[in-house]
C-alpha cells in the first residue's frame, strides 16, 4: 500500500494575457523502499515543491523514480531535481517529443533533449505494470504518447490522468480544451471514465484541478480544498501586496455539483 500526498495542487485556469499558467499536479507516493514524483511541475513551482517535500522529510536524492505522463514543460522539466531518480515516460511520447522541430509550443526542446539520451531513463510500452501496483494506460490525444497511471496497490484506487483530463470540466462535458487530436481525446475520455467507474471509491488526480471521487449518482465531487492565489505589487511601498484569491467563492462550486 502506498502513501500518497499531493505536493502541488493543479488549477484548472488560464491566464488571459501571458499565456498558460502551467499550476500543474504533483504527487508523492511512498512505500517500502521506493519514493515516487508522479509529475514534477515547472520551474515556478520550484520552491513551493522543496517546502513541500521538505515537510515530509523528503530528500531529492532519496526520489527513487519520476513518473511522467507526457513531455509538456509544466509537467517533466523538475525531472533534473532528482539526480537519483528512474525517470519513466512513455516511449511512444518520447519518440513523438524528441522528433518536434523547436517552436512555440508547451514542449522544453533541451529537457526534452536529455530525457530522450539520459541512461536513466525508462520508456514505457502502455498497457504494463512497469513499478509495483502502477499500470500504465495509453491516452493518446492532448499529446500523441500521453499515459495515465492505475494504482491498484491500495484498497482504494487511484487514477492520475495528467493533461489527458485536465479538470472536472473535460469530464463532465466530453470535450478538452486543448489537444493534438480532439477525436483521440475523446475516446480517451471515455477510457478515463471506465476506469474511474471500475472500484467504487476510486480517487481521481487530474492534471489541472483538485481531486475527486464519483458521488452515489456517479457525479464528480472534489476532494478538498482548493488553495490558489497572487500576491502583487501594485502600490509603491514593497511592504504592501495586494492578495488577488483564485478560487470560487464559497457556493460557487455547488451550483456545479
Request: one cysteine or more; glycine letters at 8%; charged letters at 20%.
Amino acid at each position: 500500500m502506498y502513501q500518497m500526498d499531493l505536493l502541488v495542487q493543479g488549477f484548472p485556469g488560464r491566464a488571459v494575457c501571458h499565456g498558460g499558467l502551467g499550476w500543474s499536479t504533483v504527487t508523492l507516493l511512498r512505500h517500502k523502499d521506493r519514493t515516487i514524483l508522479v509529475d514534477v511541475g515547472a520551474f515556478g513551482i520550484r520552491r513551493e515543491l522543496q517546502k513541500q517535500l521538505e515537510a515530509r522529510a523528503v530528500d531529492p536524492a532519496s526520489v527513487t523514480d519520476v513518473v511522467l505522463t507526457h513531455a509538456h514543460y509544466d509537467h517533466a522539466v523538475n525531472f533534473t531535481l532528482f539526480p537519483m531518480a528512474t525517470v519513466w515516460i512513455g516511449a511512444d511520447e518520447l519518440e513523438w517529443a524528441a522528433s518536434q522541430p523547436p517552436g512555440f509550443n508547451p514542449l522544453p526542446e533541451l529537457y526534452v533533449r536529455e530525457l530522450a539520451c539520459s541512461k536513466r531513463v525508462k520508456r514505457i510500452h502502455g498497457e504494463e505494470e512497469f513499478l509495483p501496483g502502477l499500470q500504465a494506460i495509453r491516452a493518446p490525444g492532448h499529446t500523441p504518447g500521453h499515459l495515465i497511471y492505475y494504482l491498484n496497490a491500495n484498497p482504494v484506487p487511484v487514477l492520475f490522468t495528467g493533461d489527458a483530463a485536465k479538470n472536472r470540466a473535460e469530464l463532465l462535458s466530453g470535450e478538452v480544451d486543448a489537444s493534438e487530436d480532439y477525436s483521440q481525446s475523446r475516446v480517451t475520455l471515455q477510457t478515463i471514465w471506465h476506469h474511474w467507474r471500475k472500484v467504487a471509491g476510486t480517487v481521481l488526480v487530474p492534471g489541472h484541478d483538485l481531486s475527486m471521487q464519483l458521488d452515489q449518482e456517479g457525479r464528480p465531487q472534489y476532494i478538498g480544498e482548493r488553495k490558489a492565489a497572487i500576491a502583487a505589487w501594485f502600490s509603491e511601498r514593497l511592504e504592501l501586496s495586494t492578495t488577488i484569491d483564485l478560487c470560487a467563492h464559497p457556493g460557487f462550486g455547488a451550483a456545479y455539483r
